[in-house]
């Protein structure tokens, strides 16, 4: 009556997964817990699908109650693997597991409802009928199975759609995956009842899981052996404060100076060796390696802080000797979470953590609390983050204009093109602020194209001529100056508004002289096409004069910290400065002019041009052209 043939693989199968569950480490997490009941639940279900229906098919004599509860049993387990899929989901979609009031209506009264239909099979035949003979058929309630089945699959894969942004692609498209196999399996079972087919689509779907959320690979780090970051952050998303206390980091000083001086090899050797000393001497604590040498340690006690820190210090204070006899010193600097903010958002936390031990430094601080302040941090940088992000998705960026005069007849002669982005609130964000995130984030280059096109086009709706405007600069990022297609790309937006390269000078820092040959073949490429080039923030310590000769600039920016170490105490670098900047070809431009006396400084040691607000603010691009309109 019933066919059995996949029944052995599978419980093979389960059953190895079973034995990995419990043999390699794991995160005291919800979803590895889930994923434990989905494994026990199935099995007992398979167990019970295959008793019932052997008991029903070869023996006789079995009493009815026996075959009765047997079944009930069966179809409890049946709906409970149900609720286990359902849940495993929602643990992937960061879905608190909690019984509010639409999650009752959602999930728990049909489960219950179902649940309690099932039960009273004891009395009524309502999902199965077994006649007095042992002839077993299907109850007027049972495709109510069914209908519960489609209904929380239906509620995942709708769940899993509206928030697909909260997932990565390798999350988004595991979880269709093994719902829409779910599904196939009811169907299925439907179609050919005598087959036991339910088991191995559910057993694909196990499989899916695995390979997406439960291979202990997704959470390890192979060089040191202890859990990696993607790890810490599931670990940080359902952290207790009263259960895991104690969150200790420690990073190694100069890491990527010491992989230079030891080698790749030989670090990762150390790592390792790090590694295992940490989980042979802390067992009761869960080590977590970052990369770049930051580790994380999570325990319950947060009173072994201090003698955590010093079994570390100690040990870093000997070498550690690879099995090619090679000693490395290593120092590490310590941090601490403390435990008042662990209710904070986990994500805040998370990137407080990992920011804190990139920025740890032994000779200013040996130890250091992540408290609210460091939350609140990170918090506005996430904020800035979004508007960014924000901005550029809707061109949204706003050109403001600051005004370069001539140093001598103190009238307009050109102006610099600046970026500003609002917050939520519809406040300014500071450039300083947004500029570094942006060019963490990648966006860096949109901003800048975004910023070189509304140039163009306020040059082409605007008399510059008449304002007396000769050029507008326009700032471009280290990161952006990186693109190869940068001439490219530009070239089209000159031509998109048919304006004339000369018009605009492109301004580049003096860190983008850091990988000074790259920066002069890209010069070189972009004045075939007729671009410009003005060196900004002078004085910042990257150039020098016979490097800066080397480039095509037409002019030098004299950093504003430059130009009021001057003022505040007068001596002859400067003004030689700016002299040999001159007999090099190049005008000279002081900025951070708030003053009259400041401008005539400038102006006698020999500067062309000034900026600075003794002559505008940044002025939004309407209200510059209001003003300098004759």
């Given at each position: 009556?019933?066919?059995?043939?996949?029944?052995?693989?599978?419980?093979?199968?389960?059953?190895?997964?079973?034995?990995?569950?419990?043999?390699?480490?794991?995160?005291?997490?919800?979803?590895?817990?889930?994923?434990?009941?989905?494994?026990?639940?199935?099995?007992?279900?398979?167990?019970?699908?295959?008793?019932?229906?052997?008991?029903?098919?070869?023996?006789?004599?079995?009493?009815?109650?026996?075959?009765?509860?047997?079944?009930?049993?069966?179809?409890?387990?049946?709906?409970?693997?149900?609720?286990?899929?359902?849940?495993?989901?929602?643990?992937?979609?960061?879905?608190?597991?909690?019984?509010?009031?639409?999650?009752?209506?959602?999930?728990?009264?049909?489960?219950?409802?179902?649940?309690?239909?099932?039960?009273?099979?004891?009395?009524?035949?309502?999902?199965?009928?077994?006649?007095?003979?042992?002839?077993?058929?299907?109850?007027?309630?049972?495709?109510?199975?069914?209908?519960?089945?489609?209904?929380?699959?239906?509620?995942?894969?709708?769940?899993?759609?509206?928030?697909r942004k909260k997932l990565t692609r390798g999350e988004f498209i595991p979880v269709i995956a093994y719902n829409l196999v779910l599904m196939t399996g009811y169907i299925m079972r439907i179609i050919y009842?005598?087959?036991?087919?339910?088991?191995?689509?559910?057993?694909?779907?196990?499989?899916?899981?695995?390979?997406?959320?439960?291979?202990?690979?997704?959470?390890?780090?192979?060089?040191?052996?202890?859990?990696?970051?993607?790890?810490?952050?599931?670990?940080?998303?359902?952290?207790?404060?009263?259960?895991?206390?104690?969150?200790?980091?420690?990073?190694?000083?100069?890491?990527?100076?010491?992989?230079?001086?030891?080698?790749?090899?030989?670090?990762?050797?150390?790592?390792?060796?790090?590694?295992m000393y940490l989980k042979q001497t802390f067992p009761k604590l869960l080590p977590f390696y970052l990369h770049d040498g930051r580790f994380v340690l999570i325990g319950k006690n947060l009173e072994d802080?201090?003698?955590?820190?010093?079994?570390?210090?100690?040990?870093?204070?000997?070498?550690?000797?690879?099995?090619?006899?090679?000693?490395?010193?290593?120092?590490?600097?310590?941090?601490?979470?403390?435990?008042?903010?662990?209710?904070?958002?986990?994500?805040?936390?998370?990137?407080?953590?990992?920011?804190?031990?990139?920025?740890?430094?032994?000779?200013?601080?040996?130890?250091?609390?992540?408290?609210?302040?460091?939350?609140?941090?990170?918090?506005?940088?996430?904020?800035?983050?979004?508007?960014?992000?924000?901005?550029?998705?809707?061109?949204?960026?706003?050109?403001?204009?600051?005004?370069?005069?001539?140093?001598?007849?103190?009238?307009?002669?050109?102006?610099?093109?600046?970026?500003?982005?609002?917050?939520?609130?519809?406040?300014?964000?500071?450039?300083?602020?947004?500029?570094?995130?942006?060019?963490?984030?990648?966006?860096?280059?949109?901003?800048?194209?975004?910023?070189?096109?509304?140039?163009?086009?306020?040059?082409?709706?605007?008399?510059?001529?008449?304002?007396?405007?000769?050029?507008?600069?326009?700032?471009?990022?280290?990161?952006?100056?990186?693109?190869?297609?940068?001439?490219?790309?530009?070239?089209?937006?000159?031509?998109?508004?048919?304006?004339?390269?000369?018009?605009?000078?492109?301004?580049?820092?003096?860190?983008?002289?850091?990988?000074?040959?790259?920066?002069?073949?890209?010069?070189?490429?972009?004045?075939?096409?007729?671009?410009?080039?003005?060196?900004?923030?002078?004085?910042?310590?990257?150039?020098?004069?016979?490097?800066?000769?080397?480039?095509?600039?037409?002019?030098?920016?004299?950093?504003?910290?430059?130009?009021?170490?001057?003022?505040?105490?007068?001596?002859?670098?400067?003004?030689?400065?700016?002299?040999?900047?001159?007999?090099?070809?190049?005008?000279?431009?002081?900025?951070?002019?708030?003053?009259?006396?400041?401008?005539?400084?400038?102006?006698?040691?020999?500067?062309?041009?000034?900026?600075?607000?003794?002559?505008?603010?940044?002025?939004?691009?309407?209200?510059?052209?209001?003003?300098?309109?004759?």
């Open positions: 009556m019933w066919n059995y043939n996949l029944v052995i693989p599978e419980l093979v199968i389960i059953t190895t997964f079973l034995i990995f569950y419990f043999t390699q480490p794991r995160l005291p997490i919800r979803l590895h817990k889930s994923f434990l009941f989905i494994l026990i639940i199935d099995t007992l279900t398979i167990f019970f699908d295959v008793g019932c229906a052997a008991t029903l098919e070869y023996l006789d004599n079995i009493p009815l109650c026996i075959l009765r509860i047997s079944n009930v049993i069966y179809f409890l387990l049946f709906v409970q693997r149900m609720m286990c899929f359902t849940i495993f989901t929602n643990i992937i979609l960061s879905k608190d597991i909690r019984f509010s009031k639409r999650r009752i209506i959602t999930y728990l009264l049909p489960f219950i409802a179902i649940n309690i239909i099932i039960l009273s099979n004891l009395f009524v035949d309502t999902i199965f009928c077994i006649s007095d003979n042992g002839e077993y058929s299907k109850g007027r309630l049972y495709n109510l199975i069914y209908i519960c089945a489609f209904y929380y699959i239906a509620a995942c894969i709708f769940l899993t759609i509206h928030n009842p005598t087959y036991l087919l339910m088991n191995f689509f559910t057993l694909i779907s196990i499989i899916i899981i695995y390979l997406s959320f439960e291979n202990p690979t997704l959470f390890k780090e192979e060089k040191s052996g202890s859990f990696n970051k993607k790890a810490l952050m599931f670990m940080l998303r359902e952290i207790n404060p009263e259960w895991h206390p104690l969150i200790l980091g420690f990073t190694i000083h100069n890491y990527s100076d010491l992989r230079e001086i030891y080698s790749y090899t030989q670090t990762d050797k150390g790592l390792s060796l790090i590694g802080a201090v003698l955590i820190r010093t079994y570390i210090s100690q040990r870093f204070e000997a070498p550690w000797k690879t099995d090619d006899d090679i000693d490395m010193f290593l120092e590490v600097c310590f941090t601490q979470v403390k435990p008042e903010i662990l209710s904070s958002d986990r994500g805040v936390l998370f990137t407080a953590i990992l920011t804190t031990l990139a920025e740890l430094d032994p000779d200013t601080q040996n130890h250091k609390y992540i408290d609210s302040n460091d939350i609140n941090r990170i918090r506005t940088n996430m904020q800035i983050k979004k508007s960014v992000e924000l901005s550029v998705e809707q061109n949204s960026i706003e050109l403001f204009l600051q005004p370069v005069i001539d140093a001598k007849t103190r009238k307009l002669i050109g102006a610099e093109s600046l970026a500003r982005i609002r917050d939520t609130n519809n406040e300014y964000i500071p450039p300083p602020l947004f500029i570094p995130i942006a060019e963490k984030n990648g966006r860096i280059n949109d901003l800048g194209e975004q910023m070189f096109e509304k140039t163009c086009k306020f040059i082409k709706e605007h008399d510059i001529e008449a304002m007396g405007l000769s050029w507008i600069n326009v700032n471009l990022s280290p990161i952006q100056f990186l693109r190869r297609d940068l001439d490219r790309r530009f070239t089209a937006i000159l031509q998109k508004y048919d304006i004339s390269p000369e018009k605009i000078h492109l301004e580049i820092t003096e860190e983008s002289m850091i990988d000074f040959d790259l920066l002069q073949n890209q010069m070189l490429k972009m004045k075939e096409s007729g671009f410009r080039f003005v060196l900004d923030d002078y004085g910042r310590g990257y150039s020098n004069v016979a490097r800066m000769k080397k480039c095509p600039f037409i002019n030098v920016k004299l950093d504003m910290e430059f130009v009021w170490d001057y003022f505040k105490e007068k001596d002859q670098i400067l003004p030689t400065l700016v002299q040999t900047i001159k007999q090099m070809g190049f005008t000279v431009t002081a900025e951070g002019i708030e003053n009259q006396e400041l401008a005539d400084t400038m102006r006698d040691i020999g500067c062309d041009y000034l900026q600075g607000f003794c002559f505008s603010k940044p002025l939004s691009a309407s209200e510059f052209a209001t003003k300098y309109t004759p």
